[in-house]
């Protein structure tokens, strides 16, 4: 590997991490923009997220893209269904979060890939691997065990999971970058998000201009938040294989699971625990089986390699 490649990948291992990493820590912001209500902190997550998406887009001049997406109505619907279930995925998580909830909200992204493995059988017709099918029934027994746990399904994880697995469906046949992605959805969701936050404004009922600059500061701050951690991730995306990236998404479940017990002090019964073990088992096989796939395909590129002749000697 030369110097620069060296320096690449570290550019964007450094990326991925900080990029998981702040999306593993954000349980830790929510709770700030306190008083205001979940649909209060979503509605201005969404206006603001635009404001700052299309700033760095004019700094950097990437447009041209928006102009081909608007002449596509079919691609424009999938961006609206892609902003409609990333707007429940945000919503849900902002009240888990602030209402106690984030170990529960935690086990929404480690079960994540499990469903969108689920999701490309019964909606793609993917074949799977054996091992693949181990991990989904070892994570389909892990809800069953949490829901004896809770005495209900945990909704707010299969909510989680389900919205952002179904989102990042619609976004592969969407093909946009993710800046200009969050810029489009953001731009459906801004008119109503406004709408609410004048609404909720005009009943009296608004805290952006009623707890000082400080309180408004951090509302605003709820774009920052949401944009940098894609900016980043984008950096890592096109330095590091994607057997990396799928290595370090873990690392914002993780973070997040230990903010709810070591943080937030939240109840870990034994249930509770035996179901969160099942989901870590089924993790395991799948990043074992993943590694294992990977690995034969390298060795099979390798014997081409080979096994390949020699190019024959042109007389000139």
């Known amino acids: 590997m030369t110097g620069k490649s060296s320096g690449e990948r570290r550019t964007g291992l450094l990326n991925g991490f900080a990029a998981y990493g702040m999306w593993g820590l954000v349980p830790l912001f929510w709770p700030l923009l306190k008083p205001a209500g979940a649909v209060e902190i979503l509605a201005h997550r969404m206006a603001w997220s635009l404001v700052f998406v299309a700033a760095a887009l004019l700094v950097t001049r990437r447009w041209a893209w928006a102009g081909a997406l608007l002449r596509q109505p079919r691609r424009l619907a999938l961006v609206a269904v892609a902003a ?4 429940i995925n945000w919503g849900v998580y902002i009240w888990a979060v602030n209402s106690g909830h984030v170990v529960e909200a ?17 909606l793609l017709k993917e074949r799977l691997r054996p091992v693949q099918w181990v991990a989904v029934g070892t994570g389909f027994a892990a809800v069953v065990v949490l829901a004896v746990g809770y005495g209900q399904l945990p909704w707010i994880s299969l909510t989680l999971a389900f919205s952002f697995a179904t989102y990042g469906l619609v976004k592969k046949k969407v093909d946009l970058g993710g800046v200009e992605s969050l810029a489009a959805e953001t731009a459906i969701q801004f008119v109503p998000a406004v709408g609410y936050l004048v609404w909720l404004s005009a009943q009296g009922r608004s805290t952006f201009a009623v707890h000082g600059p400080g309180h408004a500061a951090l509302l605003a701050a709820s774009g920052v938040v949401t944009a940098l951690p894609l900016v980043c991730f984008g950096a890592a995306a096109i330095r590091v294989p994607l057997s990396t990236l799928g290595l370090l998404q873990y690392l914002t479940p993780v973070f997040q699971f230990l903010l709810g017990i070591l943080y937030f002090h939240e109840e870990m019964p034994p249930e509770r625990w035996a179901g969160f073990g099942l989901v870590w088992l089924a993790l395991a096989l799948l990043t074992w089986d993943a590694w294992r796939a990977a690995r034969r395909v390298a060795r099979a590129r390798q014997a081409l390699r080979v096994d390949a002749p020699a190019p024959a000697a042109v007389d000139v």
């Open 106 to 122: 935690s086990l929404g992204y480690f079960i994540n890939p499990l469903v969108t493995i689920a999701m490309g059988v019964l």
């Open 84 to 87: 409609a279930f990333i707007t």
